[in-house]
């Protein structure tokens, strides 16, 4: 019997670990946010998982049940469902320490002057969306009355805007921009699109594009706008999504088709160099370079064609690093990096079932004859 015990005690300190790996009953992803080393995915269930790199980001991730999330640099934040911001990360951790330390000295310092905003609005409940900078430490919240509010290491010379009527908010890669209830644009940050709004608009929802913003109007067109670029028409139909770009090479937009399907086309548009004044990029200056990339031409570790080809999507999340979640709830991520990228390591718990060997495959092409030119600046 004693011979027995050690048995006994490796099976039950190894059976929670033999749980974690296997599929989550009812777990289904609502939403993935994706850092610079870290990948976020906020379930049905109101909770956080994260995995990648071992940071405070994967490590500390905090307990509760949340709303919102989203990743910059090294920070999450997230609404929790009483309409509090939470965040954590080492960038928010210097953050703290360095206004205690401000504060320590002279308690009644003005942190905006020096530079700080408020570390977190510990006095809010009405959050119900939040959007951290990719590579600066500095998030912005939307309220439930559409006010927006921000904290970290603000942004110089580019403050929020004021006003209670925006409905959604986004980063493009370097600004902020927030949607208003009559369709307009406001955005602020490092290159700001400042006040960008279609003639085709009002919009009814906007979307990053590499750098740039991308909007929908009421009728579906899509107008694209990018840093020192005329704006340029969006992805053709009939994708479900607009999709923030996805830079493998060159420049790469992908999306999820009517059927389900996840089509990515590379493009390179140059309407910043021959046409300076045009107001939209012109289909002639959109170079189609291929459709449906292979997957497994471009890098390592990631979702190829044939795996692609075999599943249906129903989300698309990411800029650089990508990640889809099939019709089941499992999800599948990719890079530009070509090997090695923690962020492609998705947990056994959200992987989805491998495709039968003789699946039938999306037959769609992604193009037809009558579809518009599209960019995916």
């Known amino acids: 019997m004693n011979a027995r015990r050690p048995l006994l005690i490796l099976f039950f300190a190894l059976l929670p670990a033999a ?42 991730v905090p307990e509760g049940k949340f709303s919102d999330l989203s990743l910059g640099p090294n920070d999450g934040c997230a609404i929790d469902t009483n309409g509090t911001a939470v965040c954590w990360g080492s960038g928010y951790a210097n953050i ?31 959050l119900v969306q939040v959007v951290v900078h990719p590579w600066r430490h500095y998030a912005c919240a939307r309220t439930e009355l559409g006010a927006i509010v921000c904290w970290g290491r603000p942004i110089p010379d580019s403050p929020a805007p004021h006003g209670a009527d925006f409905v959604d908010l986004i980063n493009t890669g370097r600004d902020f921009c927030a949607l208003d209830s009559a369709g307009a644009t406001t955005c602020w940050g490092d290159l700001t699109l400042e006040g960008y709004v279609s003639d085709a608009g009002p ?62 086309q590379q493009t390179h548009h140059w309407c910043s160099h021959y046409f300076p004044e045009a107001e939209f990029c012109p289909p002639q200056a959109i170079r189609f370079q291929s459709w449906d990339i292979d997957f497994t031409l471009l890098y390592e570790g990631g979702p190829d064609s044939e795996t692609t080809a075999s599943r249906t999507y129903v989300q698309l999340f990411g800029d650089r690093a990508a990640c889809a979640v099939t019709v089941e709830g499992g999800i599948d991520c990719w890079s530009d990096f070509r090997s090695g990228d923690p962020r492609q390591q998705v947990p056994d718990r959200f992987r989805p079932p491998l495709p039968p060997a003789n699946s039938d495959t999306h037959e769609s092409d992604g193009e037809s004859e009558d579809e518009p030119a599209s960019s995916s600046p």
């Not at 990648?52 to 994967?58: F, S």
């Open 19 to 60: 749980f974690l790996t296997l599929p989550a009953d009812g777990e289904t992803p609502v939403k993935i946010s994706i850092g610079a080393t870290a990948v976020c995915v906020l379930t049905d269930k109101a909770e956080i998982a994260c995995w990648g790199a071992g940071n405070p980001i994967v490590e500390d």
């Open 96 to 126: 703290r320490a360095m206004i205690d330390s401000v504060l320590s000295r002279n308690p009644d310092a003005d942190l905006v002057t020096l530079g700080f905003a408020e570390f977190l609005p510990t006095d809010r409940s009405d």
């Open 203 to 264: 919009f009814t929802r906007i979307s990053a594009s590499g750098n740039g913003l991308c909007g929908v109007t009421d009728s579906g067109a899509v107008r694209c706008l990018t840093h020192d670029s005329p704006t340029a028409p969006g992805p053709p139909q009939p994708y479900a999504q607009v999709f923030r770009n996805v830079h493998i090479i060159g420049a790469q937009g992908c999306g999820i088709l009517e059927d389900g399907s996840l089509h990515c």
